[in-house]
């Protein structure tokens, strides 16, 4: 993980205060988000889906088997190029 927030220096950092809904069921942002501490709450409806990434780790190996991803990376913003297309090397890079 301190790699991945090495390349994010200069980046807006952003601090939550806790019972933020940071995006609702059925929303999109374009954003992606970098847990770098604490924890956070997902929920579908009124029901707790899963509270840190660990746990979420498990959900989807539990739900994707072999599908399921190796790691989670919560980033703030995705880059983009003048269209608005996503630079998928530069994100993988970081």
Do not use: H, W
């Not at 509270?51 to 913003?77: H, N």
């Amino acid at each position: 993980m301190t790699s991945i927030l090495d390349n994010c220096v200069g980046a807006p950092r952003k601090d939550f205060a806790a019972g933020t809904i940071l995006l609702s069921e059925g929303e999109t942002s374009g954003r992606l988000y970098i847990l770098a501490e604490g924890s956070v709450e997902v929920l579908r409806g009124d029901t707790q889906v899963e509270r840190d990434v660990s746990q979420l780790m498990d959900l989807c190996r539990r739900v994707l088997g072999i599908r399921a991803p190796r790691q989670i990376f919560v980033i703030d913003r995705i880059p983009r190029n003048a269209a608005g297309k996503a630079l998928r090397r530069e994100l993988a890079a970081s």
